[in-house]
């Protein structure tokens, strides 16, 4: 075991087509735009200058973070370093406004439920159907989970009861034996994580925005509690205005 901080980085993918778009993503697994493929370059050189080079990864099954994994490793030559997945860090499943329009989704329910629904703790969207178009329920890669395990819609609190475990029992035993951990993820399922990490309330959680393809960092004591709360953005000017456009991606056309 080795001794406290722990370094752990999380980097949320980066710009999807769906983010582009402007639609509600979710588990619909969408590819990354050439900007975000160049964010998550960019992304593995900020490591880099840093310092900060991952031993070890952890990712989800989706596509847009894994490639942006994989960009980023290549651009800070840690390609060849172990790889982990789970389906417990994947985008919070957005139900039924999986594939809708943001903008359309504002004008036509209004800014109380569509703040419920997008930033809420605990008030999930709608339920998917099963034969929807963008519903994941029959996707190979969910084959082994229990179709109890496999959601049709989630709020941010069922994505921090589904994340946690794996926080515990996959990526604490990886910080304890003093492995640089990179966890590239998705806008909510990170948001879960930091809001565990910082004790962030159930109130205070949903004012939290992630930016695309900038390397998040912590130092974690020996209870796992950051040294520097809230966590370091490699290049904050970058990740200050992208937070912005993140917290008013519904207002835009
Ligand atoms: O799933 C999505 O649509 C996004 O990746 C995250 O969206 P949000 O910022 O609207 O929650």
């Given amino acids: 075991m080795a001794d406290a901080p722990y370094k752990l980085i999380l980097l949320r993918h980066g710009e999807s087509e769906w983010n582009a778009k402007n639609l509600f993503t ?4 969408v590819n990354l735009t050439e900007k975000g493929e160049k964010e998550a370059v960019r992304g593995g050189e900020l490591l880099k200058d840093a310092g900060l080079l991952p031993d070890v990864l952890h990712t989800s099954l989706q596509r847009r973070a894994i490639r942006t994994a994989q960009l980023a490793l290549e651009s800070a030559d840690r390609l060849w370093i172990p790889v982990r997945r789970s389906w417990r860090l994947n985008e919070r499943h957005y139900g039924a406004l999986q594939g809708k329009d943001k903008a359309q989704t504002l004008a036509e ?5 569509f703040m419920l629904w997008r930033r809420s703790y605990d008030t999930p969207p709608p339920p998917l159907a099963r034969d929807d178009e963008y519903s994941q329920f029959d996707d190979a890669r969910y084959a082994d989970l229990p179709p109890e395990l496999r959601p049709d819609t989630e709020c941010l609190k069922d994505v ?3 994340m ?9 035993p990886d910080l304890l034996t003093g492995r640089t951990v990179l966890v590239a993820a998705h806008g909510n399922s990170l948001r879960g994580l930091v809001k ?3 004790g962030i309330s159930d109130e205070d959680i ?3 925005n992630i930016p695309t393809g900038i390397p998040l960092s912590y130092e974690l ?6 040294l520097n709360p809230g966590g ?3 290049d904050p000017d970058a990740a200050k205005a992208a937070i912005e456009a993140v917290k008013n991606q519904g207002k835009k056309k």
Wanted: glycine share 8%; aromatic share 20%; no cysteine.
């Fill in 160 to 162: 921090v009861v589904r």
């Fill in 164 to 172: 946690l475990p794996y926080w515990f029992d996959s990526i604490v």
């Fill in 221 to 226: 004591d020996a209870d796992f509690k950051p």
């Fill in 232 to 234: 370091t953005y490699l």
């Fill in 109 to 113: 329910f209004g800014e109380e439920q």
């Fill in 26 to 29: 979710g588990w619909v697994d």
């Fill in 206 to 208: 949903s004012g939290l």
């Fill in 196 to 198: 565990h990490l910082d």
